[in-house]
């Protein structure tokens, strides 16, 4: 039966595909399509991952047996049995092999998913010994996982895989095969995002997450349709189930009928035709009707995405977030040379294009690795982030600075940081960027000069811009943060997301000014929260005197088509009537 489920859109466009639901804790199993001519290979890895797990258990069987019934607890034993009947339970070891021989999913991705098809049929169970037993299944899925790590066999890259972008003969002309995949998990880390860069999946459902939570964002970098906060669709959606993503709507339809199918194939095919008709903006310069140049630059996760940026037509880079730089990596920070080499890969790519390097902005939403729940802090978005994590650790915050005024010598760099608010932390960091230039001198190691910049984030910094232009050279209004702290709302939080309002007369005064004050002075003043992509805002901004706007680059041309339409002296009365509305959305929409 269909039905639809409710969520937040955050990345455009319609994905229609079968579901693959993955727990949270197993985001990070490899997910990828091998070669036909590999499934018995797989099937093998699997069997002798589970054989490994055997012999454990039954060693430990034999160890029990020895220690006489006094000095081992009887659970123990019936545990070990437990585990060795789910082991060869036949629901189990036929799921597996049917993923990798129908589907040709990889073992770790076929083990998983057969875990939560028969997962779901454990919480259905009225029993609650046997509802129990699930916590068994999952312990022995991941003991296997385990054993097979370190017997992979050669697999190929799922970037080749790609169902959408694969050439034909990489594909394997099977109907079931090239059916598109939509991931449905309750959460998804920024940090799983990453790897997402690389998967097979045409677009993703999440249980949780707000509008401009970094899991979001990530997800309108990948260009991928996806929908977040759509509360239990990670119950109410079974593996394999036909699934619509409207990342337009932020509408998840599950089993559509032939007639929503035709629909939603009829709005995708619109999608690419708008899309077709966009690009012929390539090359047109972003200047408005009475002749205002505008700048439209790009956001970045890692490097790789310079090269991406400039064929979607940025002339620069606005944001380079360089903390995806710094997380999954179980604690391994990358050290000054690593760094240095990443952000020449990112200058490098954007041939001689401005780039501006953020410096780390580690914690709230965007942890380092997956945490413990125990590990969270009560509040933290209001905890130790950005800068302040940075100044709590000047080694790691001096690598970052040496990396990238080595760097600097390559290109035109902009050096970015996060979430200031206090005149005693811009010392700090100008005394640390001293610091680090001097211990670049003491080394005679070349480096190249910054242009510095600040985020204006937190009110306090919007309140006090004259402390800010006093010490840098441009500031970047960050309206993810900045309407985060001035509403008081988790953009995290999908509970709260109706409230996370870009138009609420408060946050539209503090842009409004920041904007006025740097004109005023004649400093650069860019937006790079989700506000400067959003195509329903540009005209605002544009009355309210931005001309630099910092955005995921898909956005990049359906901004510029509203620059090119738009006539900015016009606009400015226009603008500011708007911010003197009870409710400023009412005259926009
Ligand atoms: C912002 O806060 O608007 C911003 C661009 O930074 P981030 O989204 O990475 O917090
Ligand atoms: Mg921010």
């Known amino acids: 039966m269909s039905f639809a489920i409710h969520g937040l859109a955050v990345a455009r466009g319609i994905a229609i595909g079968r579901a693959v639901l993955v727990a949270s804790s197993r985001v990070d199993v490899a997910h990828y399509f091998i070669r036909a001519e590999q499934v018995q290979a797989e099937i093998e890895r699997v069997r002798r991952g589970r054989n490994a797990v055997v012999d454990e258990i039954q060693r430990l069987q034999r160890t029990i047996a020895n220690m006489g019934p006094k000095e081992t607890p009887h659970e123990l034993a019936a545990l070990l049995d437990v585990h060795l009947l789910l082991l060869q339970d036949q629901e189990l070891i036929a799921g597996v092999k049917r993923w990798i021989t129908d589907r040709l999913y990889n073992a770790e991705w076929a083990l998983t998913t057969q875990l939560e098809v028969i997962a779901r049929q454990f919480d259905e169970m009225e029993d609650e010994y046997l509802r129990e037993r699930k916590a068994d299944l999952e312990q022995i899925t991941e003991k296997v996982l385990a054993a097979m790590k370190g017997v992979a066999v050669k697999i190929v890259p799922a970037s080749t895989r790609n169902l959408r972008h694969a050439s034909q003969q990489d594909l394997l002309l099977d109907d079931t095969l090239d059916v598109p995949l939509i991931l449905v998990a309750h959460d998804l880390s920024p940090a799983d995002m990453l790897q997402f860069k690389q998967s097979v999946f045409a677009g993703f459902v999440t249980d949780v997450g707000g509008r401009t939570s970094h899991t979001a964002i990530v997800a309108r970098s990948l260009g991928i349709p996806a929908v977040v906060g759509a509360r239990l669709a990670s119950q109410l959606v079974r593996q394999d189930d036909w699934v619509v993503i409207d990342g337009d709507a932020g509408v998840v339809v599950v089993d ?73 990596r179980n604690g391994n920070l990358p050290d000054e040379e690593e760094q240095y080499l990443a952000y020449r890969r990112a200058i490098d790519g954007m041939q001689g294009l401005p780039v501006t390097i953020r410096t780390v902005d580690i914690g709230a939403d965007k942890q380092l690795d997956r945490v413990g729940r125990e590990e969270v802090h009560l509040n933290p978005a209001l905890g130790l982030r950005a800068i302040r994590w940075s100044l709590a650790d000047p080694d790691m915050f001096l690598t970052q600075l040496r990396a990238i005024l080595r760097a600097a010598a390559f290109g035109q760099v902009n050096l970015l940081i996060p979430m200031l608010a206090h005149a005693s932390e811009i010392r700090q960091t100008l005394s640390l960027l001293e610091q680090a230039r001097a211990q670049l001198d003491g080394r005679a190691a070349p480096y190249g000069p910054v242009r510095l910049g600040a985020m204006i984030e937190i009110p306090a910094a919007a309140l006090t811009l004259k402390l800010f232009l006093k010490y840098f050279d441009f500031l970047s209004i960050g309206t993810n943060d900045l309407i985060q702290y001035t509403l008081a709302i988790d953009r995290a939080d999908e509970s709260v997301a109706h409230l996370y309002d870009p138009l609420h007369p408060a946050v539209l005064r503090l842009v409004a000014d920041t904007i006025a004050e740097c004109n005023r002075q004649s400093k ?17 901004l544009l009355g309210l005197g931005l001309r630099s706007f910092s955005m995921h680059p898909a956005q990049i041309l359906a901004v510029k088509q509203e620059v090119l339409r738009a006539d900015a002296g016009k606009l400015r009365a226009w603008a500011h009537e708007v911010m003197a509305e009870e409710e400023p959305a009412a005259r926009l929409h």
């Open 256 to 328: 559509p009928s032939a007639i929503i199918l035709a629909e939603y194939g009829f709005k995708q095919r619109q999608g690419e035709i708008e899309r077709g008709r966009l690009s012929r903006l390539l090359h047109t310069p972003a200047v408005t009707l009475d002749g205002h140049r505008v700048e439209l630059l790009a956001n970045i996760e890692m490097p790789e995405d310079a090269p991406g940026a400039v064929k979607a037509g940025a002339v620069g880079v606005g944001l380079f977030r360089s903390e995806f730089l710094f997380m999954g």
């Open 524 to 540: 650069g003043v860019s937006v790079c929260g989700e506000m400067a992509g959003d195509v329903g805002l540009t005209r605002l």
